[in-house]
């Protein structure tokens, strides 16, 4: 099928119902949530650390895909195997219904939704209807009669692998990755996914990650004429504004937690995707991952979020699950650099940091680690200058941010008002702190290790340990 023949632009654009206004910073908000990401978690080892979660700060999870997914056989042993498992499984549907076999059944996820309401922890679920698994033919029967037949479940150029992901046409209409592209303007599969969301919903759910999202078109998005679409209107249907064969989002949108997976690259209709959630900012977490590597923020401009959207509806993390797993872009940063950048990033007063769960037992020479399935992640979830920093953030909700760097560019401090300051040393040795500060005069002595700081005469002075931070706050 020839490109020319199969897609038209459209000139128009559904005028949103109600959008908010997401590219506009009111500097007065402060953000105060923190995710953790559960990666590779089943549902029964979330709700066994839960308490856990709760205690370390954290205000959301956020779970792998929890539907139906490709189980080619000896999958769901390893996190990565060449025989026996990949992780990436899960993000290739057979179908959407509740439950498979890496994180589990939809009675174990009831009964992990009914532990984080338990300890007031809001539940996000990674979903991903751009996309099929790899094996067409594995693709549920009951899903192909849902949307209508096979011949209306993909985009008619949906099997053809995107050469340009800057072209707007091949990145929303073929497929990502070479993952087979779903019509997602189909209205049968519309109303197919949101019961799927309905019913999580219906569980407990809090919100969603929606993966690959910068790959289904937005209303300004070239259509598949071939199919008879007149417009691309996933995204009206999946935010409640709209709905489908009688079928509509079961509760206000308003209420959920919901961001999109829009990488940041050319071409890449930022503003557009606002019209509908939050998005990542994946190009601020490329920034702050260099000058980690390099133990100096000299030549960064960390203030900066490098985005389109208001930074208060950004999703912001040290490292993703894609940058750990997928291209190892971040996997080779120590734990130690991890975390100092996440206590710049989470001290900060806007941005929703998400925070990757490492496997258990992995190095930096070998990021699987145990390499089990379903297995917790490593400890530094509830490292305690994580937990710090994380009820530092909720505590200084209200507070304006004030960033400052040393001269060498090793240590970063975040000040949020008068009332307390963040200290992190992201080089592998130790920096003396003599930097501005709104903490009144006195001493200050750390949340984690009693270290002292002294304020004077409106200057932050202390010593920090090589990849240490610290969390002061005034009494």
């Known amino acids: ?195 799927f969301v309905n019913e999580l919903l219906d569980m407990g759910v809090g919100g969603f990650r929606y993966d690959t999202a910068k790959h289904i078109g937005l209303p300004s998005d070239p259509v598949d004429t071939a199919l008879g679409i007149k417009v691309n209107d996933f995204w009206d249907v999946a935010t409640g504004r709209k709905a489908v064969d009688g079928v509509q989002l079961a509760v206000p949108y308003e209420d959920l937690f919901v961001y999109g997976e829009v990488l940041q690259d050319r071409n890449v209709n930022e503003e557009g995707y606002a019209e509908y959630m939050g998005q990542t900012a994946s190009s601020y977490g490329h920034v702050l991952r260099e000058a980690l590597e390099k133990g100096s923020a000299n030549g960064y401009d960390l203030k900066n979020w490098y985005h389109t959207s208001a930074p208060e509806y950004l999703t912001t993390w040290v490292e993703s699950h894609d940058t750990y797993a997928n291209a190892h872009e971040s996997a080779h940063l120590s734990d130690d650099q991890i975390r100092t950048g996440w206590v710049f990033l989470t001290a900060r007063q806007n941005g929703i940091p998400l925070f990757f769960s490492r496997p258990m037992g992995s190095t930096r020479q070998a990021y699987w680690g145990d390499n089990v399935l379903g297995a917790r992640g490593n400890d530094e979830f509830f490292h305690p200058e994580v937990v710090a920093v994380n009820n530092f953030r909720k505590e200084m909700s209200g507070q304006p941010e004030d960033i400052q760097i040393t001269d060498n560019g090793q240590v970063l401090v975040v000040n949020r008002g008068k009332k307390g300051a963040a200290v992190a040393n992201i080089a592998n040795i130790a920096n003396f702190v003599n930097v501005p500060t709104g903490l009144p005069n006195g001493t200050y002595k750390d949340e984690v290790y009693g270290k002292e700081f002294k304020v004077k005469n409106g200057r932050l002075i202390g010593i920090a340990a090589p990849l240490t931070t610290y969390i002061l706050k005034k009494k």
């Open 1 to 195: 099928m020839k490109k020319t023949a199969v897609v038209a632009m459209i000139a128009f654009a559904i005028a949103p119902v109600c959008a908010k206004d997401r590219l506009t910073h009111n500097p007065k908000v402060t953000n105060d949530e923190t995710i953790l990401h559960v990666w590779s978690w089943n549902f029964p080892t979330i709700a066994e650390n839960m308490s856990k979660i709760a205690d370390s700060g954290f205000t959301m999870i956020q779970t792998s895909p929890v539907q139906e997914s490709f189980q080619p056989e000896g999958a769901g042993k390893k996190i990565f195997d060449a025989d026996e498992g990949n992780w990436y499984y899960y993000y290739q549907p057979t179908a959407w219904k509740v439950g498979n076999y890496i994180l589990g059944s939809k009675e174990q996820m009831q009964q992990m939704l009914d532990s984080a309401n338990k300890y007031n922890i809001r539940v996000i679920v990674d979903v991903l209807p751009n996309h099929t698994a790899f094996d067409v033919d594995a693709v549920s029967d009951e899903f192909v009669n849902a949307v209508g037949g096979r011949d209306k479940l993909y985009h008619s150029n949906g099997l053809q692998p995107i050469n340009d992901y800057n072209d707007r046409l091949e990145c929303t209409l073929w497929a990502s990755g070479g993952l087979p592209d779903v019509n997602t303007e189909n209205p049968a599969f519309q109303k197919y996914y949101m019961q």
